[in-house]
């Protein structure tokens, strides 16, 4: 069936630091990818998404390309912040309008 | 997109008895679905909810531990039945407008 692997955890950085979160998934047809955050006490919030091949999701700095044939959808940024320190989960939709199949979670941790 | 509000926001409940959550969104959606996120895990699909339908269950959940209604296309509720302490949990609504899954904020169970 449909799946997420993302690397796992706890992910410890300094302040301004690039950061990669490798997710690959293994799914039939074209998956729906996403990212979603979820910062310490609050509920789950969208990231970033990408809906096709080649897509490029975007959203306060982090980045992630849909990449159908390594089938991953690696989450990127730059430089991070102490207030980026949460739990990031990988996640695919089989289908539009359909449930979502998520990773295991990575929790970063940013030290200032 | 969509506001999604829970009630109760958190609980904590006796071994044996039932609880149930409601899940009130601000627009009509046509399914409706119910997350599990166990402490320090990521989230697994319970049952997906469609008005005038039963609902349908995920591998490992029966409806008759977690019924569900689903009287019209803005309300759901999911009854969390003869409750142990292994269903401690956050228990999160979801809905897709569109290609997007938004979550409402969670309720926070605690079974003793």
């Known amino acids: 069936g449909d799946s997420v692997t993302q690397m796992e955890g706890p992910v410890t950085l300094s302040e301004e630091a690039f950061l990669t979160i490798n997710c690959t998934y293994t799914?039939?047809?074209?998956?729906?990818l996403f990212w979603y955050v979820q910062y310490p006490g609050e509920g789950l919030q969208l990231l970033l998404k990408?809906?096709?091949?080649?897509d490029k999701g975007s959203n306060k700095g982090f980045e992630a390309t849909y990449r159908k044939e390594t089938t991953s959808f690696h989450l990127e940024k730059g430089s991070v912040q102490v207030s980026d320190s949460a739990v990031y989960f990988c996640a695919l939709s089989p289908n539009r309008d359909d449930k979502i199949i998520f990773g295991k979670g990575t929790r970063l941790h940013i030290l200032p | 997109s969509a506001v999604i509000s829970q009630k109760p926001s958190r609980d904590t409940c006796q071994r044996g008895t039932s609880l149930t959550i409601q899940c009130q969104v601000d627009s009509q959606v046509t399914m409706m679905f119910w997350y599990r996120q166990q402490p320090g895990q990521s989230l697994t699909l319970i049952a997906t909810a469609n008005q005038g339908s039963e609902a349908t269950y995920e591998s490992g959940f029966v409806i008759d531990k977690f019924p569900i209604s689903r009287p019209n296309l803005t309300f759901s509720t999911l009854t969390v039945s003869n409750m142990s302490p292994e269903d401690s949990s956050i228990y999160l609504c979801s809905v897709v407008p569109g290609s997007t899954q938004y979550f409402g904020p969670g309720t926070r169970l605690l079974v003793l």
């Open positions: 799914a039939t047809g074209y998956p729906s």
């Open positions: 990408a809906t096709k091949a080649d």
